[in-house]
């Protein structure tokens, strides 16, 4: 049987990126997150596709989306190159919805639920290892000592878009745009939702037996 391709869909802050590195490792499959790949391009050029700002960096620090035809190629090119995938960032709207339906199948579409206050707190406090990515909270997980990671003893910087006055921003788009996707798969059915407030890893054994029972 070919290897599992898992959807994983959530607002900002539900554990998304946390849940699906924990997901590849598990099933072996890739780990494709259209956020990653931006951050590691913010300052690509794409005035070419006559887009409002030249750069994805101008969307990303004001919370909003990057255009489609940039998601689209990044996604199109990384699931061309992965068998088993879990995809964390993209869908966030029903046009790149419908784009990814074209290119590709899925087997297990999960919703992270987890309520806005919550949202709100785990993202403003969230710190992240500017060399390695681990992920911290400075009052849920906070490193051994103050701004040192704990596994690559890097220096953990607050994301650009975490600040207080983006997230609401990014929890705004989030509504506007992904909620909708996020019906989508439910009128098809194909939704299944995890309560995505519990600790890791108990999210983490719901999200793994919702695939197993998918795939
Ligand atoms: P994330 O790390 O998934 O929260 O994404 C950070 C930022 O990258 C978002 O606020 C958007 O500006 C941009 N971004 C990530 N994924 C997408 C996507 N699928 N469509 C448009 N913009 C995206």
Redesign the pocket.
Known sequence: MSEPHVLLLGA?GAG??TQSKRLADAFGIEHV????A??ANKDMDISHMETEYDT?RA??DA??????EV?NEIVKTALSAADGYVL??????LE?AEYLSDITSLDAVVFLDVSEAELVERLTGRRVCDDCGANYHVEFSPPAEDGVCDDCGGDLIQRD?DTEDTVRE?LR?YEENTAPVVEHYRDEGVLVEVDGEGTPDEVFESIREEVEAAT
């Open positions: 900002p998304k990126g997150t259209t956020g990653d931006l951050r994805p969307y990303m919370g909003e989306l990057v255009p489609d998601v964390d960032g993209y869908p966030r709207n790149q878009d990014r788009v």
